[in-house]
């Protein structure tokens, strides 16, 4: 009788765990090197054959195969760690030296240096970033796992070219390479855990935490941005988060990363609840609207004293993404309402009015904050469409008694946040210059729009911005003037209030969503992808 195959561990041989096939074939081939070879193997080590490491092939070395010299790898290198990492807390500056990580991964440092050249030497850009893809493309042949792999595409998402749809994608690839390597197994690290480890060996543990923590914030983050199901899920992992920033190893990107854990720990959960249903939305509703914003602006206040405010782009980001994210919750109650003549607009005031202001906010934060503009990650400028979007779906859609109040302050709003992004002296095709052209072009289509409306029905049809009557406070509190409609007195039949024959041009484009897509279309946005048209 022939002896039991080498492919059964001496675990196997004795009781299997499970009669599940991760519990009886080859355990190695069932954690993360899942092949047909391996799972079939008769060796008596049960090795796969094995996989050369990126530093043995030289031309992957981004300085020896030419691209760069050492000089310029180090500044871009440099450039990267000091203003950009900060936008993204990806890497440890105390672990990852130019030295480190071109020992570890040519692919980390040929993403690296592609990104930072694309802020600091366009001119070296384009072959560097080839270069990076091509790696890719290596890596995923070779089915190469590592926390540096993972964080190597991750740093090719954050400022991608324009025309990049892979995001999602992307995301998902990188979060199951990592839980083959066992990351969603992590669990909160203790005191005794480290103990007799080095310094360097702690900050490589944290490295590995980090960059899952990232993957949690960028999983729940796409699933807001594209409604789509998230795929790591919340454990105590993730809500130590704030044990984890206290370590005496952490570096100043902790904290922010920290903000955006609790963050999306604190909210993620909630669009469950508040999805548009067929009925008005009721006061549950709006009450548990309440008690989110509320804790929304007690996650705000917090991470804005921890983190450093002044100096860095942390403070920026803070109230942007949170002023996001009170946008995004008190639009949802507004989806059945906007467009639609069945539904009185006045019973969603408090939403119409946050929601408003908080988009107006997310402008006015762009300008406020415009020296971060040139190196914000397309997440960033994904939102500010967002939000222009809204304020213009908001102006074809209100009633004509609310759009004569806010129209002017809108429109000036917008006008600033495109002049502003227009400013950055960013070369054609980059985030920048699309996003002011953008602002600029979905501009002109509202003006076209209602002035197609304002010939057609006459001075009746017209708007403050239409004729250029300033009858709105410049000051930027013109927004504020909306508030006077929360009172019971003056919630009246909204819907008879619209323009004669406005609702009939405009609906089709609030209500068809090929035509809305076609209208931002025309000004450079693809609606389904997220991204802007080079």
């Known amino acids: 009788m022939p002896e039991p195959g080498p492919c059964l561990d001496d675990t196997q041989k004795r009781q299997p765990a499970s009669l599940q ?26 090795s796969t054959p094995a996989v050369e490491e990126a530093s043995t092939f030289p031309t992957q070395d981004i300085v020896r195969a030419g691209l760069v010299s050492q000089s310029i790898a180090e500044f871009l290198f440099s450039s990267f760690m000091n ?34 050249a694309k802020m600091f030497n366009p001119g070296l850009y384009k072959s560097l970033h080839q270069h990076a893809e091509d790696l890719l493309v290596d890596s995923f042949r070779r089915g190469e796992k590592s926390t540096e792999t993972a964080q190597a595409i991750l740093i090719l998402t954050y ?35 480290r103990e007799g480890l080095t310094e360097m060996q702690i900050r490589e543990a944290r490295d590995v935490e980090r960059t899952w923590f990232v993957l949690f914030v960028y999983d729940r983050s796409m699933s807001l941005q594209t409604s789509k199901p998230w795929m790591i899920e919340r454990n105590g992992f993730f809500e130590s988060i704030e044990v984890w920033c206290k370590d005496a190893t952490a570096t100043d990107s902790d904290n922010f990363l920290g903000a955006f854990v609790t963050l999306r720990l604190l909210t993620s959960e909630v669009f469950r609840l508040l999805t548009p249903r067929q009925t008005d939305p009721g006061q549950n509703t709006f009450a548990l609207l309440t008690i989110i914003s509320n804790r929304i602006d007690e996650w705000e206040s917090k991470w804005l004293g921890v983190c450093d405010e002044s100096e860095s782009c942390h403070g920026f980001l803070i109230q942007f993404y949170s002023t996001h994210l009170r946008l995004q919750l008190y639009s949802l109650p507004l989806q059945e309402v906007l467009g639609s003549a069945q539904h009185d607009v006045t019973y969603s005031m408090e939403a119409l009015w946050a929601s408003y202001s908080s988009a107006i906010k997310m402008l006015k934060l762009v300008a406020q904050y415009s020296r971060f503009l040139y190196f914000v990650q397309d997440s960033v400028h994904v939102m500010t469409a967002y939000a222009a979007v809204f304020l213009i779906k908001l102006l074809l859609s ?97 819907n008879t209030d619209r323009e004669p024959g406005s609702a009939e041009r405009f609906d089709c484009i609030l209500t068809d969503g090929d035509a809305w897509e076609d209208f931002l279309a025309n000004a450079g946005f693809s609606v389904q992808d997220g991204y802007f048209f080079s």
Request: glycine content about 6%; some cysteine; charged content about 20%.
């Open 83 to 116: 203003i950009l990492n900060p936008y993204i807390s990806q890497l440890d500056p105390n672990l990852h030296t130019f030295s480190h990580v071109r020992q570890k991964s040519a692919f980390l440092l040929s993403s690296i240096l592609a990104a930072s």
């Open 159 to 193: 400022w991608k070219e324009p025309e990049d749809t892979r995001s999602w994608v992307t995301l998902g690839y990188v979060i199951r390479m990592c839980i083959d390597l066992g990351w969603h197994k992590l669990r909160p690290s203790s005191r005794r855990d």
């Open 21 to 46: 096939p991760s519990g009886l074939l080859n355990r190695e081939a069932m954690r993360g090197k899942f092949s047909l070879l391996s799972i079939l193997s008769t060796n008596q080590d049960q």
């Open 398 to 494: 209100a009633p004509s008694s609310i759009v004569r109040e806010i129209e002017e302050t809108t429109m000036e709003t917008m006008r600033t946040a495109a002049g502003v992004f227009s400013q950055q002296s960013a070369p054609v095709d980059s985030s920048c210059f699309l996003q002011s052209r953008f602002l600029f072009k979905i501009m002109s289509n509202y003006d076209e729009l209602r002035q197609s409306n304002t010939d057609i029905h006459g001075s009746a049809g017209r708007t403050p911005y239409d004729n250029g009557t300033n009858t709105v406070d410049d000051s930027g509190n013109a927004p504020h003037q909306i508030g006077a409609y929360l009172t019971p007195s003056r919630q009246t039949n909204a």
